[in-house]
């Protein structure tokens, strides 16, 4: 998303939709108006700029976003159809949108909706990239730019998100410790580069309207175990921080949270 906020002009207004603390940190656009809507309200001081609103009924005047950005947000929206004509009437037409969402017929999603059962929260399954952009196209009146393939970092495994002892389900896919997860990660990414299959995908990531840069379009599968930052095989070899470990295996460690990962190069 960051290819849309850092053309904003200062004064220019995004709206962070289904923002949970913040989808970006605010440096991505400097000098512009961030406001962040979520139907929870966060916790106290964790989040500027934050409005409690459903996104189905936005408490704002019709075209007074510059841009919007709906991050993992629209598989968690009851009455999507509502939220899309929303976006479509708050955001100008010469304005642009972010989306990214799961595909639900990827491993990754499937496994998510296994282990977190009812409260996985992902209540509309988008499974196809096209339907669904047509769909939001036919909504705000904004165009397709790019679209680009998202992968999994399975970090949604973490014990962290789960009440000690509680899930039997998370314990039958290595308990949440980060060593088990670092490795699901790179058996998923190794396999299909063998098979040529989609074990490691996550969803895809939409770029409509308005975009003033080129959207990067190769398939960045090293995502961070740590942080969820995917990063470019290319620029992690180019930046040195690729070590070989352990005989075989190939690591690095993550530019933006610094965890630890196995490399494995994209296709
Ligand atoms: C996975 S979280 C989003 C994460 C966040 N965008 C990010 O990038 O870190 C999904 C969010 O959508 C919010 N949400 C669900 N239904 C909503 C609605 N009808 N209106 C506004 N927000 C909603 C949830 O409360 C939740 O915080
Ligand atoms: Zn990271």
């Known amino acids: 998303m960051i290819e849309i906020l850092r053309h904003l002009r200062p004064g220019a207004r995004v709206l962070d939709l289904g923002a949970l603390t913040g989808s970006f940190p605010t440096d991505y656009c400097p000098g512009a108006v961030v406001v962040r809507v979520d139907l929870e309200l966060p916790a106290p001081g964790t989040c500027e700029g934050f409005v409690q609103a459903d996104a189905g009924c936005l408490p704002f005047p019709d075209r007074c976003f510059d841009a919007v950005v709906a991050n993992h947000s629209l598989e968690h929206i009851r009455g999507l159809s509502a939220a899309l004509g929303e976006m479509g009437r708050v955001v100008r037409p010469d304005g642009s949108l972010f989306v990214a969402v799961p595909d639900a017929s990827t491993f990754s999603d499937r496994l998510f909706r296994w282990v977190y059962q009812d409260d996985s929260g992902h ?119 690729v070590r070989r470990r352990w005989l075989f295996f190939k690591a690095y460690s993550c530019p933006a949270c610094g965890s630890l990962n196995l490399f494995t190069r994209d296709k």
Do not use: M
């Open 123 to 241: 209540i509309n399954p988008f499974c196809s990239a096209d339907a669904l952009a047509a769909d939001i196209t036919r909504a705000t009146g904004l165009k397709l730019n790019t679209a680009r393939a998202l992968y999994s970092s399975f970090e949604y495994l973490n014990r962290y998100y789960f009440p000690a002892g509680t899930s039997w389900r998370l314990r039958a896919v290595g308990n949440g410790n980060r060593r088990s997860i670092i490795a699901l990660s790179y058996a998923t990414r190794r396999f299909d580069r063998v098979f040529h299959t989609r074990t490691s995908a996550y969803g895809w990531a939409f770029y409509f309207g308005n975009i003033r840069e080129q959207i990067e379009q190769g398939s960045w599968s090293n995502v961070c175990v740590g942080c969820g930052a995917g990063h470019p095989a290319s620029g992690l070899l180019a930046s040195k921080l």
